[in-house]
T-cell receptor, first 110, second 115 residues
Framework: GENVEQHPSTLSVQEGDSAVIKCTYS??????FPWYKQELGKGPQLIID?????GEKKDQRIAVTLNKTAKHFSLHITETQPEDSAVYFC?????????FGKGTMLLVSP | ETGVTQTPRHLVMGMTNKKSLKCEQH?????MYWYKQSAKKPLELMFV???????ENNSVPSRFSPECPNSSHLFLHLHTLQPEDSALYLC??????????????FGQGTRLTVV
C-alpha cells in the first residue's frame, strides 16, 4: 500500500519567515495530494490540494509543489503569522483512500 | 462549519459502558470514514463506507462497530473499550472513496476518554 513520509515533525519559525514542509510518497499511481491544517481542538481542514497534472499551485500565502518523478510534494507558507501555528498533514491517494503523513507541528513566534 | 457534524464533542465512558458516536454530513457525499487520532500518532483509518456499504475495515477490534444507515449518517458503536482506546475520533466524508475525488471534509471530532 501507499506510504507517506512527512518532515519535519516540528518546525519553529519567526513571524514573517517562510515555512516549508516536505512529503514523499511511494505509490506511483497516486494522483491527488491534499494538505490539511489542524488547530487545537478541531478536525483537520483542507487548505490546498494539487492533482498530478499540475506542478505547482498557489493560494495567497500558501503554495504546493509536486515532483512526480521524484515522488515528493511540498507545502510552502510565506510571511508566516502566529495564526498559522497548527499541525499540518500531507496526504496522497490514487485508486484507494487517502494516506496521511504523520504531521508537522508548526510554531510561529511573534 | 465544514458540513460534517459530530456528536458528542466529548465523551467519558467506563470500560463496561456502551455508547455511540454520531456523524452527519450535509454535502451530498457518497463516502464516509471513521479515523482514530491518538497523541503523537498519525491518523489511523478505521472504516470506510461507500454508498452505505462498508468497503474497508482496517483490522479494527470488534469492540468498535460501525453503522451507516444512509449516505448522510454514520455511527460508531462502542462497547467494552480499553483505556488505550482514548483518542480523538474523527468522521470525514468525500465524494468518492478513491481517486481524485477523495477530497475529504472532516468533522470536529469526538474526544473520547475511557476510564
Amino acid at each position: 500500500g501507499e506510504n507517506v513520509e512527512q518532515h519535519p515533525s516540528t518546525l519553529s519559525v519567526q513571524e514573517g519567515d517562510s515555512a516549508v514542509i516536505k512529503c514523499t510518497y511511494s505509490d506511483s499511481a497516486s494522483n491527488y495530494f491534499p494538505w490539511y491544517k489542524q488547530e487545537l481542538g478541531k478536525g483537520p481542514q483542507l487548505i490546498i490540494d494539487i492533482r498530478s497534472n499540475v506542478g505547482e499551485k498557489k493560494d495567497q500565502r500558501i503554495a504546493v509543489t509536486l515532483n512526480k518523478t521524484a515522488k515528493h510534494f511540498s507545502l510552502h507558507i510565506t510571511e508566516t503569522q502566529p495564526e498559522d501555528s497548527a499541525v499540518y498533514f500531507c496526504a496522497s491517494s490514487g485508486y484507494s483512500t487517502l494516506t496521511f503523513g504523520k504531521g508537522t507541528m508548526l510554531l510561529v513566534s511573534p | 462549519e465544514t458540513g460534517v457534524t459530530q456528536t458528542p464533542r466529548h465523551l467519558v465512558m467506563g470500560m463496561t459502558n456502551k455508547k455511540s458516536l454520531k456523524c452527519e454530513q450535509h454535502l451530498g457525499h457518497n463516502a464516509m470514514y471513521w479515523y482514530k487520532q491518538s497523541a503523537k500518532k498519525p491518523l489511523e483509518l478505521m472504516f470506510v463506507y461507500s454508498l452505505e456499504e462498508r468497503v474497508e475495515n482496517n483490522s479494527v477490534p470488534s469492540r468498535f462497530s460501525p453503522e451507516c444507515p444512509n449516505s448522510s449518517h454514520l455511527f460508531l458503536h462502542l462497547h467494552t473499550l480499553q483505556p488505550e482506546d482514548s483518542a480523538l475520533y474523527l468522521c470525514a466524508s468525500s465524494q468518492a472513496p478513491g481517486g481524485v475525488n477523495t477530497e475529504a471534509f472532516f468533522g470536529q471530532g469526538t474526544r473520547l476518554t475511557v476510564v
